[in-house]
């Protein structure tokens, strides 16, 4: 995994003048290479998401809201925005609580850097983690999952945590949390989980644990998308995917 990519960030806020600490996540989460921009835009509120990872090669398939980040990124820095290869927007939500809660800031970006990291190293991973976040809850029919559950986002939630622990420390980062929790920012359940997870610096077996998830529903699963490549032709991200029943071979 090569280390060489580099941030630019497009911080509106202006909250500092530069970011080392975000450029030493960065550095730690070996995103690379290739030019990533990460948007901190106080106009960006994404109610059910703390942040979100784009490659550019996947834009034409991402929805509305993206959209309205893509064009917040380009109105900001629209020359730099043509030469960039990954996004990652952070919420407004988060963004606001970035001095007070510096360390819980930095998991959220760390978790987005997280996404890219499991892009890079595997475009085709991250589609069909990206599939079946979007099709799990109608293809399986009665299973409840939260968003935090599915195993690339619990992985993402391990990355972000361990990320920034290294810059913050662990206890710091540990002692936010519950004092996040009690300030009521959040939703106290999104957050619980984060307590308890054990910290990890890779995604290391990832591929066995979506199939694992996932092949219980195999069936549904293929033909919603197929469904979906049928319905929204050019626009499905299913696209992507050369060949769909290899996804589920270990
Ligand atoms: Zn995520």
Redesign the pocket.
């Known amino acids: 995994m090569s280390s060489s990519g580099n941030l630019k960030i497009i911080d509106r806020w202006k909250h500092k003048k530069d970011d080392p600490e975000i450029q030493e996540a960065f550095k730690i989460a070996t995103v690379g290479p290739g030019t990533s921009i990460l948007l901190l835009d106080d106009s960006i509120d994404m109610p059910n998401?703390?942040?979100?990872?784009l490659p550019k090669r996947l834009y034409r398939y991402s929805g509305h809201l993206w959209d309205e980040v893509f064009r917040s990124a380009m109105r900001y820095d629209y020359d730099y925005s043509l030469g960039c290869e990954y996004y990652i927007a952070i919420s407004s939500r988060v963004n606001r609580i970035r001095k007070e809660y510096p360390a819980f800031f930095m998991y959220v970006c760390a978790?987005?850097m997280?996404?890219a990291r499991i892009f890079l190293s595997n475009p085709e991973l991250h589609i069909f983690s990206s599939l079946l976040e979007s099709f799990f809850k109608e293809a399986s029919g009665t299973i409840k999952i939260n968003?935090?559950e599915y195993p690339?986002?619990k992985r993402?939630?391990q990355f972000g945590l361990s990320v920034a622990s290294k810059i913050y420390s662990h206890d710091t980062l540990k002692a936010e949390i519950p004092q996040l929790m009690n300030s009521r920012i959040f939703n106290a359940d999104n957050l619980e989980p984060l307590l308890l997870l054990p910290e990890r610096d890779n995604f290391n077996g990832l591929r066995d644990e979506l199939i694992h998830f996932s092949i219980s529903y195999k069936n549904e699963l293929i033909a919603l998308w197929i469904e979906d490549l049928r319905r929204c032709g050019n626009y499905s991200l299913v696209n992507e995917i050369k060949d769909i029943e290899s996804l589920f071979v270990h």
């Not at 998401?49 to 990872?53: D, I």
């Open positions: 998401h703390y942040g979100l990872f978790h987005e997280g996404h968003p935090w690339h986002e993402c939630d």
